[in-house]
């Protein structure tokens, strides 16, 4: 008995199907063939009537027909879809020569199991939707890391309540849309009866698992039965399947290119908004020219950190309190793209440029955000720099070079001083960035000693903030083994748990590399001793240092979408682009400040707390007032003081003045002009020669000495204010210091006014041409001065002597002093000198040459071997004091000789031109006293007002300054306090509104 084996899964369409081609068989064979629609079961065949028995194979269907013999080979073409279904029943078909037994469908079970198919049509609409979401779910994911952050979109975006009514509108009519009842999918189906007339007409060929044509009247017996393969009418050959191209690759492509396209219309939306965002900016300000109404915009989240950083910049604790805030450190060789990254990530070029030299010499922190319009500025300047504009641009790259070179010691090339400057603009990332100069190899001959040393000692600083964020930047056009910063980086973050490598100039890399794998090794990290969170390729210039950002930023993107590297799967879309850099930059930023902020605010709590129970212990019954409060309350007192110059009266002021000019002049009169008048034959001679001696006097020397006088009295007067202030109860010693600095600031600024000499010069000449004396009352004012003046001349003498000469012989009992030789000389000397003036009283002042040769000669026969000068010094002194002792007789004679005054002295025998003489000082220092003090009172105590309050002004200015004359403990203190309440105050603020935020 023979047997067909069909393998297969039946449909109603595929019984037609096989209906046909048996037809087509039996027309060539008298053999009759079983067909059986169940899997894994086996049917006799009897040519003699019709019957049906199944019989459970584990891997094939047979069918057997006549005798029970197998047939041998396959006769079907191996199909890709195999199916499972239900068992269907028998059916007959009568096929000329023999009776085939077919699969039988009654028209009751067709119905039913169609109808159930049709329901379950819908189950599998909703499994389909279900997975599909969580496959999109999943899929959004891992695109999630490529979107660009659009937060900023949000002020652009409709109000919730209208987002709300679309949603309910939404909600509402997918609640309107239901699925299908039962039998309706049933009753719109197609008719299978023109699909069964279109098989029938048609002539199906059958290929064999070998790719054999079969024809249908082929004897089936010659097929062989173990290589059975499943069928069905329509499905692809294997060779087809081995045509098919590489679906990961192509996969890998699709989703490159896609997030090239992502990324290239996320751009071309910024540029979109920043569009807007200027006309928007045109509008307000507009508004504002008509209105007169400022818009004020919201301080942003990033700038009131960058505030916080500012306070800790020049915060100094002794509690070492350190600032572990975040912030990015851009780092890297000189000339490696350093500078030109930071520029592409603000989107201007706001940085000196030079070739080949030290540019960056000092830090520079960039504080970036997003604002309606481009603009640069700095913290200490209400200019803000327009970064659309090319001549703002080179405005604002000169005052960073200025400001550069100022913080530069004298004999350094970099210094430590931070400048802090902030950039704003549509679709910049908000962060804090610190620029810092790049690290040299070799000094050259221009730069200071060890520089090398000190930018490597400042970039380990910056970075060794375990907060700090490394932007390591990588010149890759160079080797990789001249390299200094990633040793550094190593160093400081073996790890790599917060740095980002950075490799610059990838162009330059795609033209001059010749093995990819090298680059392929450097985005891994394979190639430098360093580890890294992420790597990054980028483009930041194209050779031509005056092209702008955004022709940058095309060619950037140009290059990235023609790259070789790219294609090839080197550079991943995620690790390419300025961009991509700038939002995973910002992202571990933001992500590092959340994580840490509330722990430096804790720590500058509990500092704030040990400073306020250190000033109550220490200074319980004083207010907390910073170096700047005290300056202000010293500055009151100063001004205070001043004002009481004032309260000085015009007697105080005359007599202060004519006290000084005498001292100050004095000398001159005795020695210039009264000694040698005085040696004149008669009173004629002497008249006259103290008439000449005056008048030479005040037009040459007096009128000057007499203004310094003035402004040494002014000065001096403004002194012992002060200084009387020291003695009230609540003075504050530690003003005691800066007082001091302000009065010899302001006496060294305080000049006269030039015109006071002429003045004086006029008053002093006419005052010394008067001779009249009106009044004895005037009278015995001179002879009274004259008297003070020779007494006080004489005790000068006197003491000279006395130094000269040693102790007397009553202080060598007393105190038990010794003369030494040279005492014991000039006092001889001046006993031989005496001898010659008891002798002659009216001695010339000058010693004679046979004088000097007969002391010399006595001092000798004593033993006393001296020279002529020594006799000369001697007698300078010896003849002084027998002149003053002459002319305080005479004065004492004069006392009553005003009548004689009056008569001329004619036969009195009395002289007393020294009266006159000394009446004529006398006037002349009254005039220009009272001159001084008018000029003091009416100008000079203002203009010296005016300078203190111009040079506490320049110390309020100057804090280094205050910091060494406002000094201890109480200041530094009061002063750490309040940095401390600041910081926490503005931290507490940033961490209100970053929660907000959130």
């Known amino acids: ?44 065949y009897n040519p003699t009537h019709i019957r049906s028995k199944a019989y459970k194979n584990d891997n094939l269907g047979q069918f057997r027909y006549g005798g029970g013999s197998q047939i041998s080979k396959t006769f079907l073409p191996q199909i890709r879809f195999v199916h499972n279904v239900i068992p269907r029943p028998l059916k007959t078909l009568n096929i000329t020569g023999a009776p085939v037994i077919v699969l039988n469908h009654r028209q009751i079970g067709i119905l039913a199991r169609t109808v159930g198919r049709v329901l379950k049509i819908r189950y599998f609409i909703l499994g389909t939707v279900a997975g599909g979401g969580v496959v999109l779910n999943q899929k959004y994911e891992e695109l999630k890391q490529y979107i660009p952050d659009i937060e900023w979109m949000k002020d652009y975006l409709p109000e919730s309540e209208t987002l709300d009514h679309v949603k309910n509108n939404v909600l509402r009519t997918l609640r309107s849309i239901h699925l299908p009842e039962k039998g309706w999918f049933t009753s719109h189906l197609p008719d299978l009866k023109g699909y069964k007339d279109l098989l029938s007409k048609s002539s199906l ?50 989703i490159q290119e896609e997030m090239m396209n992502i990324q290239m219309r996320y751009q071309k939306e910024v540029e979109r908004l920043e569009s807007e965002n200027k006309d928007l900016r045109k509008q307000l300000l507009m508004r504002e020219e008509k209105t007169g109404k400022k818009v004020n915009w919201r301080k942003s989240l990033i700038d009131m950190y960058s505030d916080v950083l500012d306070e800790l910049s020049g915060y100094d604790s002794t509690y070492n309190t350190q600032d572990y805030l975040p912030r990015v450190v851009v780092v890297g060789d000189q000339s490696s793209g350093k500078t ?53 641009l080179a405005d604002l790259r000169s005052e960073v070079e200025m400001r550069m070179k100022k913080s530069v010691r004298e004999g350094q090339t970099v210094s430590k001083e931070c400048i802090s400057m902030t950039v704003k603009g549509p679709g910049i990332q908000r962060m804090v960035l610190v620029d810092l100069p790049g690290i040299i190899s070799t000094e050259t001959s221009v730069m200071a000693k060890d520089t090398r040393e000190d930018i490597k000692d400042m ?19 160079l080797d990789a083994e001249r390299s200094n910063v990633t040793d550094i980086v190593r160093e400081t973050d073996p790890q790599g748990k917060r740095t980002i490598f950075v490799l610059t100039k990838a162009d330059m890399v795609e033209n001059n590399l010749v093995k990819p794998e090298r680059i392929k090794q450097i985005l891994a990290g394979q190639l430098f001793p360093m580890n890294a969170l992420a790597y990054f390729a980028v483009v930041t210039g194209k050779g031509n240092s005056n092209d702008s950002i955004q022709t940058i930023k095309e060619y950037e993107k140009q290059f990235f979408q023609k790259s070789k590297l790219f294609k090839d799967g080197v550079l991943k879309p995620s690790t390419t682009n300025t961009q991509n850099l700038s939002m995973s930059v910002s992202e571990l930023f933001w992500k590092m400040v959340k994580e840490t902020v509330e722990q430096q605010a804790d720590a500058f709590k509990a500092q704030r707390f040990n400073l306020e129970t250190e000033w109550k212990n220490t200074f319980p019954r004083l207010r907390e007032l910073d170096r700047m409060e005290l300056f202000e309350k010293a500055k009151g007192e100063i001004l205070d003081e001043i004002i009481n110059l004032s309260q000085v009266t015009a007697k105080e002021w005359e007599d202060a003045f004519s006290k000084k000019i005498w001292d100050k002049n004095a000398p001159y009169i005795f020695e210039n002009i009264y000694l040698p008048a005085a040696q004149a034959q008669n009173l004629g001679e002497l008249n006259t020669n103290i008439d000449v001696k005056l008048a030479k006097w005040a ?51 305080h000049q006269w006014e030039s015109k006071a000499e002429d003045s004086l010069r006029v008053m002093q000449k006419n005052t010394l041409d008067d001779k009249t004396i009106p009044d004895k009352q005037h009278w015995d004012m001179a002879v009274k001065f004259m008297e003070e003046t020779l007494r006080e001349k004489l005790q000068q003498t006197e003491s000279k002597l006395k130094e000269l000469t040693g102790p007397s012989t009553s202080e060598q009992w007393l105190s038990w002093q010794y003369k030494t030789e040279q005492h014991k000389q000039r006092d001889q000397a001046k006993s031989e000198l005496d001898k010659i003036l008891s002798r002659e009283p009216s001695h010339k002042s000058q010693l004679a040459a046979d004088e000097l040769t007969t002391v010399k000669k006595n001092l000798h026969s004593q033993g006393v071997e001296v020279d002529q000068e020594f006799i000369k010094e001697t007698w300078h002194h010896v003849y002084r004091q027998h002149f003053v002792k002459k002319s305080l007789s005479q004065a004492q004679e004069c006392r009553k000789g005003f009548y004689y005054y009056k008569e001329g002295f004619s036969d009195s025998g009395l002289d007393c031109s020294d009266v006159v003489l000394f009446w004529r000082l006398h006037r002349m220092l009254q005039v220009t006293s009272n001159a001084l003090r008018q000029q003091v009172v009416n100008n000079e105590a203002r203009r010296l007002e005016r300078i203190i309050k111009e040079v506490l002004e320049e110390y309020s200015e100057n804090k280094n300054t205050l910091k060494t004359l406002l000094t201890g403990r109480r200041v530094t203190l009061a002063e750490e306090l309040k940095t401390v309440r600041q910081i926490q105050d503005k931290l507490e603020e940033f ?6 935020e959130k």
């Open 1 to 44: 008995m023979s047997h067909i084996i069909i393998r297969g899964r039946f449909g109603p369409l595929c019984d037609e199907c096989v209906k046909i081609a048996t037809r087509r068989i039996a027309l060539k064979q008298s053999k009759s063939v079983a067909v059986f629609s169940r899997l894994n079961s086996t049917f006799p």
């Open 205 to 254: 060929a059958v290929t064999s698992s070998s790719g054999a044509l079969l024809h249908p009247s082929q004897d089936l017996t010659d097929l062989d039965i173990r290589r059975s393969v499943p069928i069905i009418g329509f499905g692809r050959s294997s060779d087809d399947e081995s045509a098919k191209k590489n679906p990961e690759k192509e996969k890998i492509e699709e």
């Open 340 to 392: 030109s990254t930071l520029e592409m990530i603000a989107g201007a070029r706001i940085f000196p440029r030079g070739s080949g030299e030290m540019m960056t010499r000092s830090p520079v922190k960039v504080t970036l955000s997003e604002g309606p319009y481009h603009v640069a500025g700095f913290k200490d300047m209400s200019r803000e720099f327009d970064l659309t504009k090319e001549t703002d």
């Open 459 to 477: 970039v380990r600083t910056y970075m060794e903030n375990p907060n700090a964020i490394i932007l390591c930047i990588q010149d890759g056009s």
């Open 699 to 749: 037009s040459n020397v007096l009128p000057k000495k007499c203004v310094e006088v003035g402004w040494d009295t002014l000065h001096d007067e403004f002194q012992r204010i002060v200084e009387e202030d020291k003695k009230r109860k609540d003075h504050d010693e530690i003003f005691d210091q800066l007082k001091v600095a302000v009065v010899a600031t302001s006496k060294a600024k």
């Open 991 to 996: 961490i209100q509104a970053l929660n907000k």
